[in-house]
């Protein structure tokens, strides 16, 4: 307890990271205000049927993204799920046309056009997304629309408010990775995931306590469960491969230099959260195409994206999750410009030759820890389907395992380590004794 009460006192007595904290703070408080700020035309008073239908299924992992401004009619209903579909489709488009992949090698003139393509594409998602929920609104919860508000007007006002809307959250985000500690857009869903979770315990705890809930010990164990997948994934976050480098010896004037062993920490989840999350937008596409339809409203082919407990939904999804995982993997981790940085200060891997060799022996090394990960990634990804279908309450069965708490873990850790680095380079005790936290090494949206 003394450890820890004094490295509070150090991260209050560094100026910039106090203010960076501070401004964490305060940017998402905004955004958890705005979050309950209902859309102009919404009586929120007749709104609770609206509530219910929109935390059933694929609604509710989708209302999850959106910190619960989804079941509320928020002006944040969309939440930042718009600009996470938008900057998927970039990414996918810096591999396929070759007109991105050379804005993606012109630093940071090119960085700043594709930030600006994704800006656009954000605006049209938005649009079309926001058109889908005024459409399940009017279905699921008609009453709670304002009667002087006509349908062409209502449609209009609450597509440009929602538009604004999650600019804005955009926004917040930016300004949090600019200003404040950690990955912005990362933080604003794990906030809003967060902010669920006390009632999902309670109404979790509530229903176990019943007579037909099965007592007290049912809910212990599912808490047990919940603890072990939590270690789970930290491991599965923070697993590494080493591989050792050794570097030459070079006598410069009366000094010597290298001649000493160094690894490469391989990631066996590089890819961090960004797979599950891409995962995730995909299978929202059809649910989005049909206004946001419920599973009893969906039928055939619509019907498998709509329930999230389908079995021919989780294996859709746990593909995705694989495919993405590698697929991210290779857009982030260039094993050829490890192996021309190794070869250019005289270091080489044990039995390998420098230059081809190297990369292909650093490619195949990351392939093989990849698949595995890949596939912890996806049983991950399913669990909340399947803890939903074991009758474990749906709010709680979201925090299962799969988004929620993939994004929690990664989040905080990698948060967790910026704070600690902040604190190691002014010569500070970190946050641990035994060791250094690890965080996700690749850049991500998420």
Do not use: C
């Amino acid at each position: 307890m003394k450890k820890f009460i004094e490295t509070i006192k150090n991260i209050w007595s560094i100026e910039d990271l106090r203010s960076r904290i501070l401004t964490t703070l305060l940017l998402v408080l905004i955004y958890r205000v705005g979050s309950y700020i209902v859309l102009p035309g919404i009586d929120a008073n007749l709104l609770h049927q609206f509530s219910e239908k929109s935390n059933q299924g694929i609604l509710g992992l989708f209302n999850m993204f959106a910190g619960g401004s989804f079941s509320r009619a928020s002006i944040f209903a969309l939440g930042i799920m718009p600009f996470i579909s938008a900057s998927i489709a970039i990414q996918l488009l810096t591999i396929a046309v070759p007109y991105f992949q050379k804005l993606q090698k012109e630093g940071e003139s090119g960085r700043k056009k594709i930030n600006q393509f994704t800006r656009i594409l954000t605006v049209v998602v938005t649009g079309f997304q926001a058109s889908a929920y005024v459409a399940f609104l009017k279905n699921q919860s008609s009453g709670a629309i304002i009667a002087e508000y006509g349908t062409f007007f209502f449609w209009l006002t609450t597509t440009i408010v929602l538009t604004a809307g999650t600019l804005f959250v955009m926004w917040l985000g930016e300004k949090i990775t600019d200003k404040g500690i950690g990955n912005g857009t990362s933080i604003i869903i794990m906030v809003g995931i967060l902010a669920r979770l006390p009632q999902a315990l309670i109404q979790e705890f509530t229903s176990r306590t019943t007579e037909a809930g099965g007592g007290l010990l049912v809910f212990l164990i599912e808490l047990a469960v919940f603890i072990f997948i939590t270690i789970g994934l930290i491991l599965l976050v923070q697993g590494t491969r080493k591989i050792p480098v050794n570097y030459a010896k070079r006598i410069v004037g009366n000094k010597q230099y290298g001649g000493v062993r160094q690894f490469i920490p391989l990631k066996v989840n590089a890819a961090g959260v960004m797979p599950i999350i891409f995962a995730q937008a995909i299978m929202f596409i059809p649910a989005t195409a049909i206004g946001f339809a419920t599973s009893d409203s969906a039928s055939g082919f619509i019907r498998i994206f709509s329930d999230h407990t389908n079995g021919w939904y989780n294996v859709i999804y746990a593909v995705l999750v694989i495919v993405f995982t590698y697929f991210y993997t290779a857009l982030i981790f260039n094993p050829t410009q490890m192996a021309d940085e190794m070869k250019r200060n005289n270091g080489f891997v044990p039995g390998v030759k420098p230059g081809k060799a190297t990369a292909d022996y650093i490619g195949a090394v990351m392939d093989r820890i990849t698949l595995p990960g890949a596939f912890f990634l996806a049983m991950v990804g399913i669990l909340p389907g399947v803890a939903a279908a074991v009758h474990i309450n749906s709010n709680f069965a979201s925090f299962f395992g799969g988004t929620s708490l993939l994004i929690m873990v990664g989040v905080i850790l990698d948060t967790l380590q910026q704070i600690e680095s902040q604190l190691l380079m002014r010569h500070y005790d970190g946050l641990m004794s035994t060791g250094r936290i690890k965080g996700r090494t690749a850049p991500a949206n998420v």
